[in-house]
């Protein structure tokens, strides 16, 4: 498959390179991250925003060999079983469900996934690809690794370099390992220039008078 991490994607917007070409692989190089790495990933998520700057993450990380890898590996669904244990890393991620006060903090979930995102983007930047997974055992994992009541288990992360060999895989995974066979809804399925449900196309609304058409943006979001 050759340098798979370099192969772009199709889209018609002038984005990063990290964005465009990150993918969730499933296997990994032989090449080990180490815990400076590690503490890399997690620095560049300590600086994500979040609600009144509650930083409501909790990570459990571990590398593979160690006692804690094997109780995250335990914790995962039967599916991912099947392949996260090619990572270097497995990570859990968790959330503090309440404020200091007590009450829901509703946007913890959101602040989260920023805090993934970041630390996705600089993993990308350094060449190590993460895939996350919904397929855990949350009440188990939060009971193995001593969460407070007042905590949830969102995900586990597989993490390690790219440049694993798809044919590691069972068959059935093996096409999803090909970043160009990524699909994505088209922007206007999902942003709306008005009231939710308006038939746009992309950044073209018909509001603003402009002729639709699908293969020029309105404006370089860039300029
Ligand atoms: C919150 C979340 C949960 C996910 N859960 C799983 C999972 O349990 N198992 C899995 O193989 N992939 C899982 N994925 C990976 C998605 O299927 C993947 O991100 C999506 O298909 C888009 O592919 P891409 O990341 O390669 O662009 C999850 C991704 C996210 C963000």
Same mark, same amino acid.
């Given at each position: 498959?050759?340098?798979?991490?370099?192969?772009?994607?199709?889209?018609?917007?002038?984005?990063?390179?990290?964005?465009?070409?990150r993918?969730?692989?499933?296997?990994? %190089?032989e090449?080990?991250? %180490? /815990?400076?790495?590690?503490?890399?990933?997690? /620095?560049?998520? @300590?600086?994500?925003?979040?609600?009144?700057n509650?930083?409501?993450?909790?990570?459990?990380?571990?590398?593979?060999? %160690?006692? #804690?890898?094997? @109780?995250?590996?335990?914790?995962?669904?039967?599916?991912?079983?099947?392949?996260a244990?090619?990572?270097?890393?497995?990570?859990?991620? &968790?959330?503090?469900?309440?404020? !200091?006060?007590?009450? /829901?903090?509703?946007?913890?979930?959101? !602040?989260?996934?920023?805090?993934?995102?970041?630390?996705?983007?600089?993993?990308q930047?350094?060449?190590?690809?993460?895939?996350?997974?919904?397929?855990?055992?949350?009440?188990? &994992?939060?009971?193995?690794? =001593?969460?407070? !009541? /007042?905590?949830?288990?969102?995900? &586990?992360?597989?993490?390690?370099?790219?440049?694993?060999?798809?044919?590691?895989?069972?068959?059935?995974?093996?096409?999803?390992?090909d970043? %160009?066979? +990524?699909? +994505?809804?088209?922007? +206007?399925?999902? #942003?709306?220039?008005?009231?939710?449900? #308006?038939?746009?196309?992309?950044?073209?609304?018909?509001?603003?008078?402009?002729?639709? =058409?699908?293969?020029?943006?309105?404006?370089?979001?860039?300029?």
């Open positions: 498959m050759g340098n798979i991490i370099a192969e772009e994607k199709e889209t018609k917007f002038d984005i990063l390179p990290i964005l465009k070409e993918y969730s692989p499933r296997v990994f %190089s090449t080990p991250v %180490s /815990e400076l790495e590690l503490r890399t990933l997690f /620095e560049a998520g @300590r600086w994500a925003p979040s609600s009144y509650r930083q409501p993450w909790r990570i459990i990380w571990a590398i593979k060999g %160690s006692s #804690t890898y094997k @109780r995250i590996e335990a914790c995962l669904s039967d599916f991912n079983k099947s392949w244990t090619n990572a270097p890393v497995l990570l859990l991620t &968790a959330f503090k469900k309440t404020t !200091d006060e007590g009450e /829901e903090n509703f946007h913890a979930l959101h !602040d989260l996934g920023l805090f993934v995102g970041n630390i996705t983007a600089q993993a930047h350094l060449g190590i690809g993460l895939h996350q997974m919904a397929g855990v055992n949350y009440e188990k &994992a939060k009971k193995e690794f =001593n969460f407070p !009541d /007042e905590y949830h288990i969102a995900t &586990a992360i597989a993490l390690g370099y790219y440049g694993g060999n798809p044919d590691d895989l069972p068959e059935d995974l093996r096409d999803q390992e970043p %160009s066979k +990524r699909t +994505r809804m088209l922007q +206007r399925e999902f #942003t709306f220039n008005g009231n939710y449900g #308006t038939i746009t196309n992309g950044l073209y609304s018909s509001e603003n008078g402009l002729e639709q =058409n699908n293969d020029q943006p309105l404006k370089n979001l860039n300029d």
